[in-house]
Nanobody, 114 residues
Framework: QVQMVESGGGLVQAGGSLRLSCVVS????????INWFRQAPGKERTFVAS????????TYSESVKGRFTASRDNAKNTAYLQITHLSVEDSGVYYC???????WGQGTQVTVSE
């Protein structure tokens, strides 16, 4: 079964930065785009970013465009999400998911304080 392990979250002040990591096992990592989502308390999970299989193409939601950068290292089966200029509204649990995977990992918590 495909497993996703997200890490790198934490408590950060507004304006700060974090780099989230996503290690994928159980399937050929380079064969699928990787999507990032987040879920704020009491809200639905929403799309944040996507990166193509070779890393050459990325897509972002309007709310994070220009502040978040998705990347991947296929040799390490790892995807990354660099998040900068954080605001309180960016707080939530962040998840990664290879395209075509139906289940979720445990996510990593990002908390931004003012």
């Amino acid at each position: 079964q495909v497993q996703m392990v997200e890490s790198g979250g934490g408590l950060v002040q507004a304006g700060g930065s974090l780099r989230l990591s996503c290690v994928v096992s159980g399937r050929p990592f380079s064969s699928a785009p990787i999507n990032w989502f987040r879920q704020a308390p009491g809200k639905e999970r929403t799309f944040v970013a996507s990166i193509s299989t070779d890393g050459g193409s990325t897509t972002y939601s309007e709310s994070v465009k220009g502040r978040f950068t998705a990347s991947r290292d296929n040799a390490k089966n790892t995807a990354y999400l660099q998040i900068t200029h954080l605001s309180v509204e960016d707080s939530g649990v962040y998840y990664c998911k290879p395209h075509g995977t139906s289940h979720w990992g445990q996510g990593t918590q990002v908390t931004v304080s003012e």
